[in-house]
T-cell receptor, first 115, second 113 residues
């Protein structure tokens, strides 16, 4: 079974802090994604990566950056946390196999509260 | 711009009933459609993936269909159980280059014992 893990289930930070959210997948997937989920807005893509050291902006990249130094690990960084970044953050991964478009598998989520 | 809609937003049924959840999308040029389940405060669990060339997929009591030309998918749940209570999300893959999924808002299902 594919396993996607996230470093924390719950996180509380203060405004202005630098925050790191970590995601690890164990199935050698090329693609990794960061989403945030908010009531009434659904899931929105923040960033994704299709290879080590490669990244692409999603729909809402402002205020975030990412890092992918190893294939299995994709980090989301909030450079200076703000209260409007309080949200559920979900990481996902998928296999890249050419023209077959594969399932995305999600981690358990990190509930981030910024005070 | 691709938009995904799920109606109704919430559904309550008695245990044992067969039910259908609906998902519609505005642009038929999709690569696949995926159904997920989400329990409160948890991540998403993939239920079924339908490639654009397929019409349906089945897993246990779940059956998902896809009609690209009409922009619709349905998730059929047979003999519903209280353990099926959750939010069900559909998502379409609209771009072959990014793997980016576009999600509906979900249907929250409650199955009453």
């Amino acid at each position: 079974d594919v396993k996607v893990t996230q470093s924390s289930r719950y996180l509380v930070k203060r405004t202005g802090e630098k925050v790191f959210l970590e995601c690890v997948q164990d199935m050698d997937h090329e693609n990794m994604f960061w989403y945030r989920q908010d009531p009434g807005l659904g899931l929105r893509l923040i960033y994704f990566s299709y290879d080590v050291k490669m990244k692409e902006k999603g729909d809402i990249p402002e205020g975030y950056s990412v890092s992918r130094e190893k294939k299995e690990r994709f980090s989301l960084i909030l450079e200076s946390a703000s209260t409007n970044q309080t949200s559920m953050y979900l990481c996902a991964s998928s296999l890249d196999s050419g023209r077959v478009y594969n399932e995305q598998f999600f981690g358990p989520g990190t509930r981030l509260t910024v005070l | 711009k691709q938009e995904v809609t799920q109606i109704p937003a919430a559904l309550s049924v008695p245990e044992g009933e067969n039910l259908v959840l609906n998902c519609s999308f505005t642009d038929s040029a999709i690569y696949n459609l995926q159904w997920f389940r989400q329990d409160p405060g948890k991540g998403l669990t993939s239920l079924l993936l339908i490639q654009s060339s397929q019409r349906e997929q089945t897993s246990g009591r779940l059956n998902a269909s896809l009609d690209k030309s009409s922009g619709r998918s349905t998730l059929y749940i047979a003999a519903s159980q209280p353990g099926d209570s959750a939010t069900y999300l559909c998502a379409v893959l609209a771009s072959s280059n990014t793997g980016k999924l576009i999600f509906g808002q979900g249907t929250t299902l409650q199955v009453k014992p």
